[in-house]
């Protein structure tokens, strides 16, 4: 008995609940129609009547939520505690301008994250639920949020249930109600009334909105939508982006609380050593908080956060939406990607191109789903009317089937499996556009474990089994052969024969499927048991789904980046390594899922280490291949698109699902969907992850070089006992406005050429490596000693001028030399004359703004004041160029040199 604990009864119809009603009276109340569905305007009607079919969010976050964050930081009470401190002091323009800079510092940030927040709402959106209608008398994939009671809903293995369901027809559908229940055996349903006191988790002939298919097919009448249904009662759920955060986001957050202790230990330090040594207390005072504003970054996690958000709309036009943040940062790091084949490697565009029949096989003609095309054998075409063979089996083939062809003007498309399509189109090349009655009584559904499907119908003497399937499934199951009148035992010889047909078409690339039937004796039980076994075969038929185009480029380019593909497929082995081959996959070796049940792990792991591609494997094996992958150190990125991959998906470290092929449970499931379901799409996310990677320690280590320059010039100043150099005013200015817009513009530099040239990059590697602090320590330094030659400089020329001077040309110099710096971050290996200096705009956008804003700073009174400068004369900003310039050169020269020995 299945442990319900969250829903009650429904409260809508508690007289006559809607699993008690027989579907004529479902239809009748909801004034729908079992065939056509509602019509147009009748939806329109309801749903200004009942709303949008959504769960109310839980998790929306509200702008001044976002707001208050960025004036809750300790940094920020510090200031406030300087500006309070400057009031009692009297300097209350000092008061006023920390004030307006944290604000607009508040303000800046609120405006990134904000964007931020927009960013995943506009995902959230993308990956909003979809399921199949039918509508005035159509069927039509829609939106599920526009469904309303009346609606006349498909389901099939895989789908989500889109809302509360009353079945009118079932064709062996099961359901995991687990997200309900907590029950984890699938149940399964069918359409009869049930009486009316039945139990919520018995009520077999309903289904529950959240809960998915895991079997079968079905049509169910809407009976509630949104906060009506069961799962709107008990749960807020929405499908919504979680807002965790990555890991380098917290080792950012490590890094800046290491920072802040750094800064209030330092700022202390100095400032009773200061005061020790008889300096003014004010000033003392005012050094400390120039130091701590110093060390910490402050615009950095508002940087990180805008990057990430500008990251989710780069990785959208890579085809790719994030279901997990973290998941383009793990990505960049992938070390194995074990792929699918069909539809992601291969254009899963099915042809039947031979087929092997018990008299000889038959070529097909033509290309797609176009029906032009005819039989042919041994390059002459054949009358099809005389091969009452070949119209046996693509009779079945026809029959055992649920994909549709369209016609839409001069182009022929597919709707449903393309393995099916193509067998209507081979039928269709025989007897043009003939609808097989839709009499079915029972079906054994498909699925990726069973490699074959049955569908029980009415023949002219009885009940008659179509079947078809993988050749390795079905065959064992035949006893005899032929068709019709002409049918006797399968001989060891005949087996022989299909064996070495459908081998030989495996080795060229097809994909192979046997096709059988078998007249059902008298009360025959519709069970898989009984119903395939003692089959007739009829033939086996080779498809060809041809390699995408573009995989052989992005193979190499993966095996460039160091990252290992393995093809994981359901076809057979002999397929899989021709389709390899021809994609420029190395694959010496091909396991097959029987093969793999009988390894040890060990043995398992011995085998990963050859080239080695997987073939007909249960997505139950997947799961294992990512475990394997893993105990040996790997970052395993896993496609899947079945409701059986959900475990494997989860596993892997980056669960990527097919969004056009994939069930809307693979997509819960995963990490990444991808929108056009290709191979050469996750090789490109792979590229934009470390993209984003790379640019973030750009930034950081942009970022942090200029606070060590900020913290060096104080300090050592302090040292050589000269006058405050910056003011706590001026170094907010530095990091806060200015600082952070040039670390958002290289947040934003396109992706470096060698990027997919390098290994990947080990989670476990720390935010700063040894180079990374050497560069940061010795960029700094430069930083801060220049800046100190200039102000001391201008302190002690006769003809320079005032200490005012001095301190605006030290306040001006650090920003310009900080400018400089930043091109050296725009590639951390190659020279800019390699990686080119006008493909960052808006390094160069930002560079310009910076500079406008440091030239209002000491020429617009009202900042002059509030920021304590005096006008610059062009002899000093020609002097302060001439000491910025080698803070650019010498790093370029050095990338240039080493850049050039191989
Ligand atoms: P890949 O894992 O590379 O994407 P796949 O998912 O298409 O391959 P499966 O769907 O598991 O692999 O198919 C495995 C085999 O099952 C096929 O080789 C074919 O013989 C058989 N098969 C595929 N589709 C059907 C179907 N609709 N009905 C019956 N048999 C099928």
């Given at each position: 008995m299945p442990k319900v604990t969250l829903i009650e009864e429904p409260s809508q119809c508690d007289d006559s609940p809607w699993h008690a009603m027989t579907v004529e009276q479902t239809t009748a109340l909801l004034h729908s129609n079992v065939t056509a569905g509602l019509s147009d305007t009748e939806v329109v009607r309801l749903q200004e009547k009942h709303g949008p079919n959504v769960?109310?969010?839980?998790?929306?976050?509200?702008?001044?939520?976002?707001?208050?964050?960025?004036?809750?930081?300790?940094?920020?009470?510090?200031?406030?505690?300087?500006?309070?401190?400057?009031?009692?002091?009297?300097?209350?323009?000092?008061?006023?301008?920390?004030?307006?800079?944290?604000?607009?510092?508040?303000?800046?940030?609120?405006?990134?994250?904000?964007?931020?927040?927009?960013?995943?709402?506009?995902?959230?959106?993308?990956?909003?639920?979809?399921?199949?209608?039918?509508?005035?008398?159509?069927?039509?994939?829609?939106?599920?949020?526009?469904?309303?009671?009346?609606?006349?809903?498909?389901?099939?293995?895989?789908?989500?249930?889109?809302?509360?369901?009353?079945?009118?027809?079932?064709?062996?559908?099961?359901?995991?109600?687990?997200?309900?229940?907590?029950?984890?055996?699938?149940?399964?349903?069918?359409?009869?009334?049930?009486?009316?006191?039945?139990?919520?988790?018995?009520?077999?002939?309903?289904?529950?909105?959240?809960?998915?298919?895991?079997?079968?097919?079905?049509?169910?009448?809407?009976?509630?939508?949104?906060?009506?249904?069961?799962?709107?009662?008990?749960?807020?759920?929405?499908?919504?982006?979680?807002?965790?955060?990555?890991?380098?986001?917290?080792?950012?957050?490590?890094?800046?609380?290491?920072?802040?202790?750094?800064?209030?230990?330092?700022?202390?330090?100095?400032?009773?050593?200061?005061?020790?040594?008889?300096?003014?207390?004010?000033?003392?005072?005012?050094?400390?908080?120039?130091?701590?504003?110093?060390?910490?970054?402050?615009?950095?996690?508002?940087?990180?956060?805008?990057?990430?958000?500008?990251?989710?709309?780069?990785?959208?036009?890579?085809?790719?939406?994030?279901?997990?943040?973290?998941?383009?940062?793990?990505?960049?790091?992938?070390?194995?990607?074990?792929?699918?084949?069909?539809?992601?490697?291969?254009?899963?565009?099915?042809?039947?191109?031979?087929?092997?029949?018990?008299?000889?096989?038959?070529?097909?003609?033509?290309?797609?789903?176009?029906?032009?095309?005819?039989?042919?054998?041994?390059?002459?075409?054949?009358?099809?009317?005389?091969?009452?063979?070949?119209?046996?089996?693509?009779?079945?083939?026809?029959?055992?089937n649920h994909a549709r062809l369209v016609h839409d003007g001069d182009r022929w498309t597919e709707s449903g499996e393309p393995t099916e399509a193509a067998l209507l189109v081979a039928a269709y090349k025989a007897w043009r556009g003939e609808e097989k009655p839709s009499d079915v009584v029972h079906e054994l559904s498909f699925s990726s474990t069973r490699k074959r499907m049955t569908v029980v119908k009415h023949g002219p003497t009885g009940l008659v089994a179509h079947c078809k399937g993988a050749p390795e499934v079905i065959m064992p199951q035949c006893t005899r052969i032929g068709h019709g009148n002409d049918v006797r035992p399968l001989t060891a010889d005949d087996r022989a024969k299909a064996e070495s047909a459908y081998q030989r078409m495996a080795e060229s690339g097809l994909r192979t499927l046997a096709i059988a039937y078998?007249?059902?004796?008298?009360?025959?039980?519709?069970?898989?048991?009984?119903?395939?076994?003692?089959?007739?075969?009829?033939?086996?038929?080779?498809?060809?789904?041809?390699?995408?185009?573009d995989v052989p480029a992005a193979i190499r380019m993966a095996l460039q980046a160091g990252i290992r593909v393995c093809m994981i497929t359901g076809d057979s082995a002999a397929t899989a390594q021709a389709i390899a081959k021809k994609i420029g996959l190395s694959a010496t070796k091909a396991l097959t899922g029987s093969d793999l049940v009988k390894l040890s792990d060990q043995e398992l792991c011995d085998a990963l280490q050859e080239e080695i591609v997987f073939a007909r494997t249960t997505p139950e094996h997947k799961l294992r291949i990512v475990k394997a992958f893993q105990d040996q150190g790997h970052v395993v990125a896993m496609t899947g698109d079945g409701v059986n991959d959900a475990p494997a998906l989860k596993k892997a470290d980056v669960g990527i699902a097919m969004g056009l092929r994939g069930t809307d449970v693979a997509k819960g499931a995963s990490d990444i969907v991808l929108t056009d379901d290709k191979f050469s799409s996750i090789i490109g996310a792979v590229e934009e992850g470390r993209r984003q990677y790379d640019n973030i320690q750009k930034f950081v280590r942009y970022l942090l070089s200029s606070n060590v320059g900020e913290v060096v010039a104080i300090f050592v100043n302090i040292l050589i006992g000269g006058p405050l150099i910056l003011l706590p005013v001026q170094i907010l200015w530095m990091n806060l406005v200015t600082d952070g817009m040039t670390a958002v513009a290289l947040g934003l530099e396109p992706a470096e050429k060698s990027v997919m040239q390098r290994m990947p990059i080990s989670?476990?590697?720390?935010?700063?490596?040894?180079?990374?602090?050497?560069?940061?320590?010795?960029?700094?330094?430069?930083?801060?000693?220049?800046?100190?030659?200039?102000?001391?400089?201008?302190?002690?020329?006769?003809?320079?001028?005032?200490?005012?001077?001095a301190e605006t040309v030290a306040f001006t110099g650090i920003i310009m030399i900080e400018k400089a710096n930043v091109l050296n971050f725009r590639s951390l290996h190659s020279p800019l004359t390699r990686v080119g200096f006008f493909t960052n705009p808006w390094v160069l956008i930002a560079i310009a703004v910076t500079v406008a804003l440091q030239a209002c700073a000491v020429y617009v009174p009202f900042l002059q004041h509030a920021l304590h400068t005096t006008p610059l004369r062009w002899f000093d900003w020609a002097l302060i160029i001439i000491v910025a310039a080698p803070i650019f050169i010498v790093p370029e020269v050095v990338k240039w040199f080493r850049s050039r020995t191989p």
């Open positions: 769960l109310s969010a839980t998790d929306a976050v509200r702008w001044y939520q976002v707001l208050a964050r960025q004036f809750t930081d300790v940094l920020i009470l510090i200031l406030l505690v300087a500006a309070v401190v400057s009031i009692a002091v009297g300097e209350l323009t000092d008061a006023v301008t920390i004030l307006a800079i944290v604000l607009l510092n508040g303000m800046l940030s609120f405006v990134q994250e904000w964007k931020a927040e927009r960013a995943l709402e506009a995902l959230t959106e993308m990956l909003s639920p979809r399921c199949h209608v039918i509508r005035e008398g159509k069927e039509q994939e829609i939106d599920a949020v526009t469904l309303v009671p009346g609606d006349l809903v498909l389901l099939e293995i895989g789908n989500r249930v889109p809302a509360d369901l009353r079945l009118v027809e079932s064709m062996n559908l099961k359901i995991d109600e687990s997200a309900l229940t907590g029950e984890s055996m699938s149940v399964l349903k069918h359409v009869d009334a049930l009486a009316k006191d039945t139990p919520l988790a018995e009520r077999a002939s309903m289904v529950w909105m959240g809960t998915s298919a895991t079997n079968g097919r079905a049509l169910g009448i809407v009976v509630a939508t949104g906060a009506d249904t069961q799962f709107g009662k008990i749960a807020q759920l929405t499908e919504t982006i979680e807002r965790e955060t990555t890991p380098l986001q917290q080792k950012l957050g490590v890094l800046g609380t290491q920072l802040g202790f750094a800064a209030i230990f330092v700022s202390v330090m100095v400032a009773v050593a200061g005061w020790a040594m008889g300096k003014p207390v004010l000033e003392m005072f005012l050094t400390g908080v120039s130091l701590a504003v110093a060390v910490v970054p402050e615009g950095l996690p508002a940087v990180v956060t805008l990057t990430m958000a500008l990251g989710i709309r780069a990785m959208v036009r890579r085809k790719a939406l994030l279901r997990r943040l973290r998941a383009a940062e793990t990505l960049g790091s992938a070390t194995v990607v074990c792929t699918d084949k069909t539809g992601t490697l291969t254009q899963n565009q099915m042809t039947v191109r031979e087929i092997w029949l018990p008299n000889g096989t038959v070529s097909v003609t033509g290309v797609g789903y176009d029906p032009a095309g005819h039989f042919e054998v041994d390059g002459q075409q054949i009358d099809y009317h005389q091969r009452d063979d070949l119209i046996a089996l693509l009779d079945t083939g026809t029959h055992c078998r007249e059902l004796p008298q009360g025959c039980p519709l069970d898989e048991g009984h119903v395939e076994d003692e089959l007739v075969l009829l033939g086996v038929v080779g498809m060809l789904d041809p390699p995408r185009l989670p476990r590697e720390p935010v700063l490596n040894k180079s990374g602090i050497a560069i940061i320590l010795g960029l700094g330094t430069y930083i801060g000693l220049a800046a100190l030659l200039l102000f001391h400089y201008y302190l002690h020329s006769d003809d320079a001028g005032t200490a005012a001077l």
